[in-house]
């Protein structure tokens, strides 16, 4: 099992930009694919970014396709998620996952959650 723990939330303007990390402890992050995830308030949880387990491969919603950036550090067990432009429907709350498989999503483990607010 590996624990996850996000950083890097707050609140920001629109057309901002936040970085998010993902840091892993226990099992080895890179025996993961890894999966950003955020959850609106009254909307389902969706997955909005996921890298495979080099770091070679990624995955993008059409949502934030061009504006995030989804990338790997496995020698420091970290993921990151680097938003730009963002835009007030980007706010929500972001989720960290492990992921046994990829492209499709078998989660393992979550994290607990940051929350990111875009301002109009």
């Known amino acids: 099992q590996v624990q996850l723990v996000e950083s890097g939330g707050g609140l920001v303007q629109t057309g901002g930009a936040l970085r998010l990390s993902c840091a892993a402890a226990g099992r080895t992050c890179s025996s993961y694919a890894m999966a950003w995830c955020r959850q609106a308030p009254g909307k389902e949880r969706e997955a909005v970014a996921a890298?495979?387990?080099?770091?070679?491969?990624?995955y993008y919603a059409d949502s934030v396709k061009g504006r995030f950036i989804i990338s790997r550090d496995n020698a420091k067990n970290t993921v990151y998620l680097q938003m730009n432009s963002l835009q007030p429907e980007d706010t929500a709350i972001y989720y960290c996952a492990a992921s046994a498989t990829y492209p499709s999503f078998a989660i393992r483990s979550w994290g607990q959650g940051t929350q990111v607010t875009v301002s109009s």
């Open positions: 890298v495979n387990w080099s770091g070679g491969s990624t």
